[in-house]
């Protein structure tokens, strides 16, 4: 693929799944109205979708068709939305912007915030159930990946994690641990979905998309640390510098900046070399792992 046709994809998967998200969303004049709203303006109209464009990349290497992936596309951003109202909150990380907007509990209130993320949780799921188009097997092993990375061994763990390690001392290791869970599960499970919807997979070929994820994962997490050094505002929606004024540990303050890098483009690397086996059919995940990379915010 070219760089416009890269571009050209990314463009056709944002607005797939924007439209899905629109639809599969309660419309705001609905009630309750309040919760709604919330909703609806948490997901609509914000944030580079990555999670849905590994969906969409990964059914591509695959030969899947795209309105296959609508909904599981939705539901991973559903899950990542419902997951950012909850980090923002005073409990946990305490921001009032995200992405240069007040955050879904300052726009609203924090009662109507948690509902929201409750509620956004919840639709996640039930899009995956009642996805057109995909054999129930399918859609089962959807949930159940789905559910493994949102939960208390995945995205809610790493959290859980995170939160514990403030003001701790951690190791690479410790840390590799927080970031697996914290952000790496549902990036993988971005990949698991379109693995899921073609369905007759070979353990192999499963494996190496898989490897993809978890490089991809780990190599976002230490991108998003060197942005924040730096000065930059990370996709997550932190604001710069907000790790080292709440004492968390980060790749950067572990290894030093330059390895740092290091480490991110090693795994992008590998990411790389894990679809080799799929030609050019993969080049989607190609742009999307090195768009990370080179990304400034």
Not at 97 to 110: I, K, M, N, V
Not at 161 to 170: F, H, K, N, V
Request: aromatic content about 4%; hydrophobic content about 45%.
């Amino acid at each position: 693929m070219t760089d416009q046709n890269l571009d050209d994809f990314r463009t056709r998967c944002q607005a797939r799944v924007e439209s899905a998200l629109d639809e599969i969303l309660p419309p705001a004049s609905v009630l309750p109205t309040r919760l709604h709203e919330a909703m609806r303006y948490t997901v609509l109209g914000t944030g580079k979708r990555i999670r849905p464009l590994l969906v969409y990349a990964t059914g591509a290497a695959l030969g899947v068709e795209a309105d296959r992936l609508d909904r599981p596309a939705s539901a991973v951003e559903m899950i990542h939305a419902y997951s950012l109202i909850h980090d923002d909150l005073p409990a946990m990380d305490d921001d009032d912007l995200r992405r240069g907007r007040p955050t879904c509990h300052r726009a609203f209130d924090e009662a109507t915030a948690i509902l929201a993320g409750d509620a956004l949780q919840t639709l996640a799921f039930q899009a995956l159930a009642e996805a057109p188009g995909l054999s129930a097997e399918s859609r089962v092993g959807m949930v159940a990946a789905l559910a493994r990375a949102s939960g208390a061994r995945g995205m809610v763990g790493g959290q859980a994690m995170d939160l514990a390690a403030e003001g701790t001392p951690l190791d690479l290791v410790m840390l590799e641990n927080i970031h697996i869970h914290k952000t790496g599960a549902l990036i993988r499970a971005s990949v698991q979905m379109g693995i899921l919807a073609h369905g007759e997979l070979t353990p192999d070929r499963a494996e190496r998309l898989d490897h993809y994820a978890k490089c991809l994962g780990l190599a976002f997490q230490i991108q998003d640390d060197v942005l924040d050094v730096e000065g930059e505002t990370a996709e997550i929606g932190k604001t710069a510098g907000r790790d080292q004024a709440l004492d968390k540990a980060t790749y950067p303050a572990l290894v030093g900046l330059a390895e740092a890098k290091e480490m991110a483009s090693h795994l992008i690397g590998e990411a790389m070399a894990s679809v080799e086996v799929f030609g050019p059919d993969a080049d989607p995940l190609r742009w999307i792992a090195s768009a990370l990379l080179d990304r400034k915010s």
